[in-house]
Every structure is written in C-alpha cells, then in structure tokens.
C-alpha cells in the first residue's frame, strides 16, 4: 500500500511525537560515555556540583584544559593515567587515584554523552546520536 | 491526447497522496491534542502548582496543610478559581503557565483541596462534558497518553519548573546513574551537600555567587594550593539593547572570580 519512502516519512512524524525520556540528574552533570559502552564499562557521571564546591572553574577548563563541551575532550583512562584531564587530580595525591572504577563508572549504560538538565541538550541530543551513529 | 491524460493521471496521484499524507497528520496530531485536552489534578498539580504549593514558597498555602488552606476555602471555590486562573498577589496566572485549562485548573485546586483534608470536595463532580473529553483520548490513543501530555507541557520542557520534589535527586533516583552500580551508593547526595548553602531558584538550586561571597565554600583557584587567590576584574559592560528591555550588564567581577579570562577571551568575545 505504501512505498518505502512514505513507511519513512509516516515513521518520522510519529517519532516525531513520541515521548523522550525525562532525566533527573543533577543540573549541569555530565555523562560521557565515548568508549565506555564499547569497551563494556558503565558510563562515568561527572558530578559538576561536587567539583565546584571544591574547585573554581579556572582550575579544571583553562588548566586542565577540559573543553566546555559534552564528549569534546575524548577522554581514555590512559590519559588519565599519564596525569592529564581527571588525572591531574585523581593520582591519590589530591583525590583518590584510578583504581576505584566503579566510583566513576556508575552510569546507565546505553546513554549518550551528554549534560544533564540542560535545555540545549534536550533540542539536540537526537540529532547528535544520529551523528554519532552515522560516524560509527 | 496521452500527454493529457498522463497530466491528469499524474494530477490524480498526487491528490491521493496529499491526502494519504493529511490523514495521517491529522490523526497523529490529533490524537496528541486529544490525549492533552484534560490532565486530572494531581498531574496539573505536580508539573505547575508543586513548585510552590509544596514547600509553601511565598507564602503559598501548601498540600496537604488544613491549617494553610482553611481560610482560604472559606471564601470559596469559584473564587480560589478564579484567583488560580488570572493570578493572585505572588501567584501567577495558572502557575505561570498560560496553556493549562481552567477545566485543569479546577481540578488541580479540588486536588490539593482533597489533600489537605477538606473531603467534602472529593464528592465534586468533574464536569460531564470534562469527563467526556478525557474518555475520548483513550478511545483514540490507547498507548500512554498520559506520557504524550507531559512531552508537550511547557513545564516538563522547563528546566527551571521543576516540581520541587524532583529537585536534587539521588545518584541512585537521578535517572543517569545505575542504582546496580556498586559505586552510585558510595556517592554524596546533592542534597547533603546543598543543605548549608545558599538557595536560587534555579538550576541546582544553589546560588554559587553568593556561596562563594559568603565563605561557604572555599573552592580552590589552583589545583595544588590553598592560597591562590584569583585576580578580579570588577568591570561592569553595558550593553544597550533595542526596544523596550534594560540594558544587559555583564559583571566581570563575579566570572573572574571563578573563571580565567582565556575562558572567554578571545575565542568567545573578543576584548
């Protein structure tokens, strides 16, 4: 009765309606998880709020050189452990050092890298998953 | 001849499709608008009134308090609504959200009524034709209709509406991380660690500026000292805008004081 092309476009306007999921994670959270599903680890949850009571902003994205963007810094624990990014810090000389995974890991798997409660996040996240996807 | 009739065949088709295609629009969109007609109370309640009706923000009677209430129902239920709808001292129209009903907003006053234990208002007849209304989406759309109002609600969109029962989850109840996960109950709760500070009213509810003004916390400027201390910059930039709005100020003082200028300078302003 239809031709793929209309399946498609019929498809789309009702996932266009379809119901996104509604997080309530802490504002400004950031979930990254480049590698961390493939390499069958949770996501890491970057709790922004605790790192700000103990941290100026300066500290982390002009020293550190953390980018201000969701999955714009391609972190891997080998970085991390050379000393760069959460590294710099988390060397048990300031924070607790690399082997407590399962602090870090403690997000859902199957989530895109993305921050939390953010409006941006909410218009865009569609659009970068399939980015993502068609890159991959 | 053919290239007429080819015409007219071609004509043919594509007022089948467009009207293949309308169909389907329309009962999608129909569907949607149905399933939004009519929310019950408690739903009105929890995405609009709750912000403030649950912790009594500005004075605002809260669920579940006779005390709070009893005054208030003394004058009536026509004029509760009618403070509801067009808006009353600190309570905006609607809980600030224009798109809710009156039908709504009678319904969400008649629940926090309930709530607060004046029962004489559970015996309150939802209107008929209200009660048509919300058949008729379940009718149409079987599949959670419920879930497709919230989607399109202004305040579930909105950051900044949160009921205040959502604020501040757990890591367990936040959503993104795994309760499963060994390591999301060793976590600090925001709330453990919000519960001394400042209060906004948005984003985390923390007012970092004034936290920072205030020593309640002493976040560091270097990652290895206690002492550095950051240089502040206090210069405001006036910036004058068309039309009728203020002029926008920008504080240097209060970004510099948590960021480095090479955070903003040049890259995202040029100086």
Known sequence: MFSNGKCISIAFILSSLATPTIVGAEYGDVLINNYSDAAGMRPVVFPHWFHRIRFRCKVCHADLGFKMEAGGNQINMLKIIDGEY????????????????????????????????????????????????SVE | MKKRWSMAINMIRYLY????????????????????SLRNGKQVYDTACGACHTAGVLQAPRLGSQEDWIAREKQGFEVLLSHA??????????????????????????????????????????????????????????????????????????????????WNPAPAKDGIHDPESPGTLLLQEPKVAFDSLSKSKSGNRVDWVKALQGHEIAPRYDRLSDDASPVV????I??????????????????????????????????
């Open chain 2, 85 to 166: 709808i067009k808006g009353f001292k600190n309570m905006p129209a609607k809980g600030g959200n224009p798109t809710i009903k009156d039908k709504e907003i009678e319904n969400a006053i008649n629940y926090m009524l309930v709530a607060s234990g004046f029962d004489q208002y559970a015996q309150k007849p939802v209107k008929k034709e209200a009660a048509k209304e919300t058949q008729q989406p379940v009718a149409a759309d079987k599949k959670e209709p419920v879930k497709k109002t919230q989607t399109s609600s202004v305040n579930q969109f909105n950051r900044l509406m949160q009921p205040s029962s959502e």
């Open chain 2, 233 to 236: 910059m206090d210069l405001n």
């Open chain 1, 86 to 133: 959460c590294g710099a810090c988390h060397n048990g000389e300031v924070a607790w050092a690399v082997e407590n995974c399962d602090i870090c890991h403690t997000g859902k798997p199957g989530q895109p890298t993305q921050v939390h409660q953010s409006t941006a996040s909410k218009l865009t996240t569609t659009t970068k998953r399939k980015q993502t996807e």
């Open chain 2, 238 to 271: 006036v910036r004058e805008v068309k039309g009728s709005m203020p002029d926008v100020v920008y504080p240097h003082k209060q970004h510099t004081e948590w960021l480095d200028c090479s955070n903003c300078h040049p890259a995202i302003f040029i100086p």
């Open chain 2, 17 to 36: 499709r467009l009207t293949v295609y309308t169909f389907f629009l329309a009962a999608a969109t129909g569907s949607l608008q149905a399933a939004e």
